[in-house]
């Protein structure tokens, strides 16, 4: 195996080769102390199937900590399909692919939820659903949670606000100036929001036609790497993840940061070099729960229910200003102070446990 796999501290890893489509199917169970593991099934192309099972090893804790912190009853998942090199599969293989995938969540009897990622859209959903009961995301009209975007876009407001707050003693946004870069189907309504609230904002992507949007909402556009340096109250990145490390935090001139993109920062260093920097950074993975935070309302008794689901997902702002909170009375950094909440949440889950085991 791969020796950069994170510590193998799961609880389980199954990997099953589809009988139909002879795809490498794997899914990664990192925790269930919470409830269930959720996780995204990501469809994507990989040199080799060992590097497909680190992806799911990674992703899978990452999901654990996510959950913890948004305080949802739910654990760490991830699936993986994995394709060979330049495999982009349509028709009869895509369909092979995700049923064999779906069979394969089946046999963890319950214990992983799948729900899409890269690669797997709304339309596949319901072909996984025909072989797993196991499944999340499907349509409101089957009575799914639908799509995630809009929650996650929702979440990521609160937490801009939060942000402000803490750094402003304001959570307004009526004049504030703040950079979104990548206006995908979270950036885009994200953007939306803000413009709403008042905000002036510098938009951009790689994408050209997505300038058609800053000229709707009268924001300003530029590069992803002009708005990556921009003189601006906030940063919002909501494309790719990696995108603060050792050389472009010195040259940063945003106050805060507070994005959906996975993954923002290079290694957990650089959250040490924001702090140096004093931009406050607002930790991804919690500010980016609100599409977990709305698949979470399925399990519910009464079933779905978006009114309970946007609630939910505005908490993340106050779940934020306690994070903030401990980080500044703790002098930890907003990341350090994030892990802290997951692990503790998972520790009494886990003291719980072990105290209905004793009897
Ligand atoms: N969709 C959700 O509910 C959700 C939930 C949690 C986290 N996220 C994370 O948020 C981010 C955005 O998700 P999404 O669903 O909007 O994705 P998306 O694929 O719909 O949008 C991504 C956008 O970023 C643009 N882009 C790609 N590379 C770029 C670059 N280098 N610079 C600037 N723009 C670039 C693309 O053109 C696209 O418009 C991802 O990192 C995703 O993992 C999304």
């Given amino acids: 195996m791969d020796p950069l796999l994170p510590p193998l501290d799961h609880e389980e890893l199954y990997v099953r080769r589809g009988p139909r489509s002879g795809l490498p199917?794997?899914?990664?169970?990192?925790?269930?102390?919470?409830?269930?593991?959720?996780g995204g099934c990501r469809?994507?192309?990989?040199?080799d199937p060992t590097l497909a099972a680190r992806d799911a090893l990674r992703l899978s804790r990452a999901m654990t900590y996510k959950a913890a912190c948004?305080?949802?009853?739910?654990?760490?998942?991830?699936?993986?399909?994995?394709?060979?090199?330049?495999?982009?599969?349509?028709?009869?293989?895509?369909?092979d692919a995700l049923l064999d995938f779906g069979e394969t969540v089946e046999q963890l009897g319950g214990r992983y939820v799948t729900a899409e990622d890269v690669?797997?859209?709304?339309?596949?959903?319901?072909?996984?659903?025909?072989?797993?009961?196991?499944?999340?995301?499907?349509?409101?009209?089957?009575?799914?949670?639908?799509?995630p975007s809009p929650f996650t876009a929702l979440g990521i407001e609160a937490a801009i606000r939060t942000t402000c707050a803490e750094l402003f003693g304001t959570g307004s946004l009526e004049g504030r100036t703040i950079a979104v870069i990548g206006?995908?189907?979270?950036?885009?309504?994200?953007?939306?929001?803000?413009?709403?609230?008042?905000?002036?904002?510098?938009?951009?992507?790689?994408?050209?036609?997505?300038?058609?949007?800053?000229?709707?909402?009268?924001?300003?556009?530029?590069?992803?790497?002009?708005?990556?340096?921009?003189?601006v109250d906030l940063l919002a990145p909501c494309a790719l993840g990696g995108i603060l490390d050792e050389t472009t935090v010195p040259r940063l001139r945003c106050r805060g940061i507070a994005g959906a993109a996975n993954n923002q920062l290079a290694n957990d260093a650089v959250a040490a070099l924001l702090a140096a920097r004093g931009i406050l950074w607002a930790p991804d993975f919690v500010i980016n729960a609100g599409g977990i935070v709305n698949i979470a309302v399925e399990f519910e008794p009464g079933g779905y229910d978006a009114a309970i689901a946007r609630r939910r997902?505005?908490?993340?702002?106050?779940?934020?200003?306690?994070?903030?909170?401990?980080?500044?009375?703790?002098?930890?950094?907003?990341?350090a102070a994030a892990v802290e909440r997951g692990e503790l949440r998972l520790a009494a889950a886990q003291a719980g446990r072990a105290a209905v085991a004793r009897g």
């Fill in 183 to 231: 206006l995908g189907n979270v950036g885009s309504r994200l953007a939306r929001r803000l413009a709403r609230a008042g905000a002036r904002l510098l938009l951009a992507d790689v994408e050209p036609s997505k300038r058609a949007l800053a000229e709707r909402l009268g924001a300003s556009w530029t590069t992803p790497g002009r708005a990556l340096t921009a003189r």
């Fill in 70 to 95: 948004a305080d949802q009853p739910l654990g760490g998942g991830k699936g993986v399909i994995a394709l060979p090199p330049g495999v982009r599969p349509t028709g009869r293989l895509r369909r």
């Fill in 43 to 47: 469809m994507w192309s990989y040199d």
């Fill in 25 to 38: 199917t794997i899914v990664a169970v990192h925790s269930t102390v919470l409830g269930p593991a959720l």
């Fill in 313 to 335: 997902v505005r908490a993340i702002g106050g779940t934020l200003a306690e994070i903030f909170a401990a980080a500044r009375e703790r002098r930890i950094t907003p990341l």
């Fill in 119 to 147: 690669g797997v859209g709304s339309r596949d959903m319901p072909v996984i659903a025909e072989t797993t009961r196991s499944v999340t995301g499907l349509a409101t009209s089957r009575g799914g949670s639908g799509d």
